[in-house]
T-cell receptor, first 114, second 106 residues
Framework: DTEVTQTPKHLVMGMTNKKSLKCEQH?????MYWYKQKAKKPPELMFV???????INESVPSRFSPECPNSSLLNLHLHALQPEDSALYLC?????????????FGNGTRLTVT | GIQVEQSPPDLILQEGANSTLRCNFS?????LQWFHQNPWGQLINLFY???GTKQNGRLSATTVATERYSLLYISSSQTTDSGVYFC????????FGAGTRLTVKP
């Protein structure tokens, strides 16, 4: 069983909808991440939170809005998405700092934008 | 930015065979990890290995940081080993290679 839990597993949304992806970890980690993965491609980093503060934002469009309410929770708010945003969205956690320890991933949310 | 190259891109094995996957990187890194993504999309961390050698059952990994490469060895492969193997390196943040897609046939 994974110790990083993502909900929902699948999400279908229209381009005018607002939805949120949720991630929770119970590993005591203080860094949390959002990655986006298109089919047959590697995961691409979107956002990094370290000690609940946004530390990396990889030039992601503003229609994706991250939120870290506390050290265990990470949300990704979605608004006015495009069909090309359809992908697997992966949450991960680790200990922060240079030479980060192992990344642990959730099972992902498979998003389809219609 | 840092370049991460994995080889081979695709590999087909008969069950029971051994294999070696390679990850080359273009700059010094703080961190290197190997992951297995199964056909359902789940990413499992296999090794955190910035340097040296580690073993876990039928899998082992070696990173030679001074020569900027890492190797993942799979022995006595099983059909459940199928999927994509990624290496990821930390430069300013964790960057993934393109992966090696492994198919193990019964």
């Amino acid at each position: 069983d994974t110790e990083v839990t993502q909900t929902p597993k699948h999400l279908v949304m229209g381009m005018t909808n607002k939805k949120s992806l949720k991630c929770e970890q119970h590993m005591g980690h203080r860094a949390m991440y959002w990655y986006k993965q298109k089919a047959k491609k590697p995961p691409e980093l979107m956002f990094v939170y370290s000690y609940e503060k946004l530390s990396i934002n990889e030039s992601v469009p503003s229609r994706f809005s991250p939120e870290c309410p506390n050290s265990s929770l990470l949300n990704l708010h979605l608004h006015a998405l495009q069909p090309e945003d359809s992908a697997l969205y992966l949450c991960a956690s680790s200990q922060p700092g240079g030479g980060q320890q192992a990344l642990h991933f959730g099972n992902g949310t498979r998003l389809t934008v219609t | 930015g840092i370049q991460v190259e994995q080889s081979p891109p695709d590999l087909i094995l008969q069950e029971g065979a051994n294999s070696t996957l390679r990850c080359n990187f273009s700059d010094s890194v703080n961190n290197l990890q190997w992951f297995h993504q199964n056909p359902w999309g789940q990413l499992i961390n296999l090794f955190y290995i910035p340097s040296g050698t580690k073993q876990n059952g039928r899998l082992s990994a070696t990173t030679v940081a001074t020569e900027r490469y890492s190797l993942l060895y799979i022995s006595s492969s099983q059909t459940t080993d199928s999927g994509v193997y990624f290496c990821a390196v930390e430069w300013s943040d964790m960057r993934f290679g393109a992966g090696t897609r492994l198919t193990v046939k019964p």
